[in-house]
């Protein structure tokens, strides 16, 4: 992986570069999600007749000898794949193709013995059911591999920006500050802390333990109840202690005042003033989320060291539009416990889906114009940045795509498997399955909305597009 990074470093900034990655994590989670609906099947005795990997012309295809053997076959255009499943036909008038006589004929007992109709409706949820629910465990298996072998990516302990009259700066804690313990508990990371205060309403009083100038220090604060809706309309509700360690600013995008002069979308006047400022106390207005921080830009204790930032004039540097606050070089990744990271990778995916829950219902009641379905270029430039990124990175992305799969599968759309999942559960229910024109019908409408969104999401992403270019 090392290796083909470092021979597509110099082009993967091209967009075609971008849509190969984007085509083989496709390739990884698609196929992985219909090895789920493949195994439900054949545990089940329903005969899987065709598993394709991409589509298109074959290009070389292998078993399928035997009655109810599969027949693999490898595609020309090597993007996602399918299964098809013997015996998926409507249970009122049963009837398969005839390939020899070249006509519609009703199944012979032996094959209604492995045709998906035949089989009982939990049998059948459980099938469509078990595409998402392997894509939900691939995403545990890297994300829990991940945290538990190479660590998670995590903040250090030592604090490089406090927020004016903020609970932390009115108790005291200063820049450089190290927070080793909290209530007596070592800290490994920053998270350590944060997990203990966003999330703890209301706020509790906690001791720090905080190592300045090598001497050891207590100090006793309140974290501060914020609520208040963010640019994107979504409602927040948590604890703030006015410490953080940021690491790194987007000079364009982060920063808003310096010293009382406002800089916003004035890289160039930032980056004179930084300049000026460099190894020197500033106050910087940072860009928040907050609905209104234009007018109220949240105010931090900062210093921009000249040492992390030798690259700040070289136009040509891939960090240019970038100041430390850290060494670049110093990267924290914290290994976890089985365990640990089971709970942290259980907590991320409950905080995606809420996340993507609230962020739609914010952009459906009109509240921001935020682009909340991605279209072609705009993952193709994720998967393309995380892979130039390297192995770490990358990896994370397959599982974040993998965990996006099954939650888009599941939603109740006609022609997804959620849709499948509605007709089933009412079959179940009801004791008879919906007929099969509501089906068809249901399903057309289905594919014309997804369609639809497909369109919407990839137009999105040339206006996006267009506009990032017409601002430089």
């Given amino acids: 992986m090392e290796v083909v990074t470092a021979l597509l470093s110099g082009t993967l900034e091209d967009i075609f570069a971008f849509v190969l990655m984007l085509f083989v994590t496709l390739f990884v989670v698609i196929t992985v999600h219909e090895w789920g609906h493949y195994i439900a099947a054949r545990y089940f005795g329903v005969h899987v007749e065709e598993f394709s990997f991409g589509f298109g012309k074959i290009l070389y295809s292998f078993g399928g000898k035997g009655e109810t053997d599969t027949r693999f076959y490898l595609r020309a255009f090597p993007v996602a794949g399918y299964i098809k499943l013997f015996g998926d036909v409507d249970p009122v008038n049963p009837k398969i193709w005839d390939k020899e006589k070249q006509q519609a004929r009703p199944l012979t007992p032996r094959e209604q013995s492995y045709a998906y109709y035949k ?17 939900i465990l691939l995403t545990v298996i890297i994300v829990v591999s991940v945290y538990s072998i190479f660590g998670q990516r995590s903040s250090p302990i030592v604090i490089d920006a406090i927020g004016i009259n903020t609970p932390s700066y009115k108790a005291g804690i200063q820049l450089g500050d190290k927070i080793v313990a909290m209530d007596g508990k070592n800290n490994r990371r920053m998270e350590d802390v944060y997990d203990s205060t966003w999330y703890e309403i209301p706020p509790e009083p906690h001791t720090y333990t905080v190592i300045r100038d090598d001497k050891e220090l207590e100090i006793t604060f309140t974290a501060l109840e914020r609520e208040y809706e963010t640019d994107k309309g979504i409602k927040m509700h948590h604890g703030q202690t006015g410490m953080l360690h940021l690491g790194i600013m987007n000079i364009e995008k982060d920063i808003q005042i310096i010293d009382g002069i406002y800089v916003r979308k ?25 609905a209104d921080h234009e007018e109220k830009p949240e105010s931090y204790l900062t210093i921009f060291p000249s040492k992390y930032n030798v690259h700040f004039d070289n136009p040509e540097h891939k960090h240019y539009d970038y100041v430390f606050l850290q060494d670049p070089e110093q990267k924290l ?53 995380a892979f130039k990124a390297g192995v770490y990175d990358y990896v994370m992305i397959i599982a974040s795509f993998s965990f996006m799969l099954a939650v888009v599968n599941i939603l109740p759309i006609p022609a997804l498997d959620g849709g499948y999942i509605v007709f089933l559960l009412y079959e179940i229910v009801m004791g008879k399955a919906i007929s099969s024109r509501f089906q068809t ?24 597009f267009a506009s990032d270019k017409s601002s430089d």
Wanted: aromatic share 8%.
């Fill in 119 to 135: 089989k009982p409706a939990w049998q059948r949820l459980i099938i469509v059911m078990a595409g998402p629910l392997i894509n």
């Fill in 266 to 290: 004035q890289p160039d006047k930032a980056r004179e003033l930084i300049r000026k400022n460099f190894d020197k106390l500033v106050l910087v207005g940072i860009t928040s989320n907050v």
């Fill in 333 to 385: 990744y914290v290994r976890l416990s089985f365990f640990e990271a089971l709970g942290r990778t259980a907590f991320l995916l409950k905080e995606g889906v809420s996340g993507s829950y609230k962020l739609l219902h914010a952009a459906f009641q009109g509240k921001n114009d935020e682009q909340v379905v991605a279209g072609f270029g705009k993952m193709s430039e994720v998967v393309g940045k």
């Fill in 441 to 464: 019908i249901a399903i057309i409408t289905g594919l014309v909305i997804l369609l639809g969104i497909m369109i919407f999401a990839n137009i999105s992403d040339l206006l996006s």
